[in-house]
């Protein structure tokens, strides 16, 4: 759901989550680079806004995780192991998707060709659909280049209806500027 509806990066965004990276009330996540010596991969830290249906999602996760403890203490990572296993212990980082990414594609009978990094690509075209500024979603998404974003306009013709929509004319934006 996160990766699909926000856009994050698997591994080097959303598997690096901290709870106090979540904004619920402000609807926000804020994606740090460069602590702990981890950066992400335009190295720069930036606020993605969350859609609806991932702010009830992540109220949920919230709810059910936060205040877990493991051996008495709490994770501070929003994707972490809620038991100890031969690999890792109860609280630590998940460091991989791999997994529960092949029993959700399976469950959903995605094609086999179908992958976790094409969620993110969801977000870019279903924003540019939708008729997003090209620039909020370069900053939403943390694309160095707006020409990385606009590689993704060629799979989005509704952009081109502004093109034919009837908007104001020059008179009535002549009078709007006085």
Same mark, same amino acid.
């Given at each position: 759901m ?7 990066? !698997? +591994?080097?965004?959303? /598997?690096?989550?901290r709870w106090?990276d979540?904004d ?8 740090v680079s ?7 991969k &335009?190295g720069k *830290?930036?606020?993605?806004p969350?859609?609806p249906?991932?702010q009830e999602a992540?109220?949920e996760? @919230?709810a059910?995780?936060r205040?877990?403890? +493991?051996?008495g203490?709490?994770?501070?990572y929003v994707?972490?192991h809620?038991?100890?296993l ?9 460091? &991989?998707f791999?997994?529960? @990414?092949a029993? &959700?594609k399976k469950?959903?009978e /995605?094609p *086999?060709?179908?992958r976790?990094?094409?969620l ?8 540019l !659909?939708?008729?997003k ?5 370069q900053a939403?998404?943390g694309? !160095? *280049?707006?020409?990385t974003?606009?590689? +993704?306009l060629?799979?989005v013709p ?5 093109l034919?929509e ?8 002549r !009078?709007?500027?006085?």
């Amino acid at each position: 759901m996160l990766l699909g509806e926000a856009g994050l990066r !698997a +591994y080097s965004e959303a /598997l690096h989550l901290r709870w106090s990276d979540i904004d619920l009330a402000g609807g926000f996540i804020h994606v740090v680079s460069g602590r702990d010596g981890h950066r992400t991969k &335009a190295g720069k *830290s930036r606020h993605v806004p969350m859609t609806p249906r991932l702010q009830e999602a992540m109220k949920e996760h @919230f709810a059910r995780f936060r205040f877990a403890t +493991y051996t008495g203490k709490r994770s501070e990572y929003v994707f972490h192991h809620t038991r100890t296993l031969r690999r890792h212990k109860a609280g630590d980082r998940v460091k &991989a998707f791999k997994g529960g @990414f092949a029993k &959700a594609k399976k469950a959903a009978e /995605l094609p *086999s060709t179908f992958r976790l990094h094409d969620l993110r690509h969801r977000r870019v075209t279903t924003w540019l !659909a939708e008729g997003k500024p090209t620039a909020l979603v370069q900053a939403a998404m943390g694309h !160095a *280049s707006i020409t990385t974003t606009e590689k +993704y306009l060629h799979l989005v013709p509704q952009h081109l209806t502004a093109l034919v929509e009837d908007g104001p004319s020059r008179e009535e934006l002549r !009078a709007l500027a006085r």
